[in-house]
């Protein structure tokens, strides 16, 4: 069982910036992060696995994922934040690399306590 932590959420302007970290106890192939804005469905917003990086369309030139594999960390780092991003960004993870759809929630089997991202405009 792998457990992931989360941190770096908090309250910041349109504009601004903030960088999530989500660190995994043990080793993964695919990190990803997800994200649920009050009375909305969890959608897709990174994700990482090997070589591959996906991104949603609304956070694409914005948002950049990165690992630090020694670490099992992932991060997200969010520039030119909106009012719209505000939302509780959540870190997945799957262990294996037998997957098609690194953007649907179902691909991940572990899954962080999530971390509250508010963007006041």
């Known amino acids: 069982q792998v457990q992931l932590v989360e941190s770096g959420g908090g309250l910041v302007q349109a504009g601004g910036s903030l960088r999530l970290s989500c660190t995994a106890s043990?080793?993964?192939?695919?990190m990803a992060w997800f994200r649920q804005a009050p009375g909305k469905e969890r959608e897709f917003v990174a994700s990482?696995?090997?070589?591959?990086?996906s991104y949603a369309d609304s956070v694409k030139g914005r948002f950049t994922i990165s690992r630090e594999y020694a670490k099992n960390t992932v991060y997200l780092q969010m520039n030119s934040l909106k009012s719209e991003d505000t939302a509780a960004y959540y870190c997945?993870?799957?262990?294996?690399?037998?997957?098609?759809?690194?953007?649907?929630?179902?691909?991940?089997?572990?899954w962080g306590q999530g971390t509250q991202v508010t963007v006041s405009s």
């Open positions: 997945a993870a799957r262990s294996s690399a037998d997957f098609d759809a690194p953007q649907a929630q179902q691909t991940y089997d572990y």
């Open positions: 043990g080793r993964t192939y695919a």
């Open positions: 990482k696995s090997g070589g591959r990086t």
